[in-house]
């Protein structure tokens, strides 16, 4: 079972002024970078936010839309660095936290998505079926990886918390709160999942343990 977090599109910042970077080829970068973004040629604002990060990495806007530009590209481990380093740079831009939730739900997401291809390629190298019964059952290949999306299920609830307390009352609170509810349902039934992984995999290891002796 494929089953998408991503919700909502994220936003991209506007460049800053020329007399706010003083060096210039940091600003025809970013400059760039915006307009590739704009028309969602994410590889050319990669490769130019990417050389303005590192020319001057104290530029918020680059690290956010560089982040923006990752999301977008699926690329989640390496927009949640960026995003981490956006908020130390500015921690009151609301947009930094709610694009840290999708990134870190697509983190989340990985692991469901890996489950899904391995067992359509190798439907026999699966070990647990996914039920109609129980759409959730069997939606990871090891309780490493259950615990993985639990954890990052927890962050992104924190990062949109974080989101609608920075920016006050937005006009989306409604959409990310009911949001923030959708998360709190899925983790109950990923957090049923491992725990039963759990107890399997300590029945088997004492199987296994029994049959050695």
């Known amino acids: 079972m494929k089953k998408l977090l991503v919700f909502l599109a994220i936003l991209i910042v506007s460049v800053m002024s020329s007399a706010c970077i003083n060096n210039f080829a940091i600003q025809e970068l970013n400059t760039k970078a ?25 530029i918020y806007e680059a690290r956010y839309n560089l982040a923006v530009a990752y999301v977008h590209k699926e690329e989640f481990a390496k927009a949640v660095v960026q995003l981490n380093e956006a908020i130390k740079l500015n921690a009151q831009n609301p947009d930094a936290y ?17 489950k899904v291809e391995t067992c359509e390629e190798s439907p026999s190298g699966c070990e ?7 759409p959730m059952a069997g939606s990871f290949m090891s309780a490493d990886d259950a615990k993985y999306t639990i954890d990052k299920i927890d962050e992104a609830i924190e990062a949109y918390k974080k989101y ?23 983790k109950a039934l990923y957090v049923k999942e491992y725990e039963a992984m759990t107890i399997s995999d300590d029945l088997n290891s004492n199987q296994d343990n029994a049959d050695s002796n």
């Open 128 to 134: 647990q079926k996914i039920s109609e019964e129980d």
């Open 34 to 58: 915006k307009e590739y973004l704009d028309k969602g040629d994410y590889d050319e604002a990669i490769k130019r936010l990417e050389s303005s990060v590192d020319l001057d990495g104290s």
């Open 98 to 114: 709610y694009t840290l939730g999708v990134a870190l739900e697509g983190l989340a997401n990985s692991k469901l998505t890996d």
């Open 164 to 186: 609608l307390n920075v920016a006050g009352i937005p006009e989306d609170a409604e959409k990310v709160n009911a949001h923030i509810l959708e998360l709190e349902e899925d």
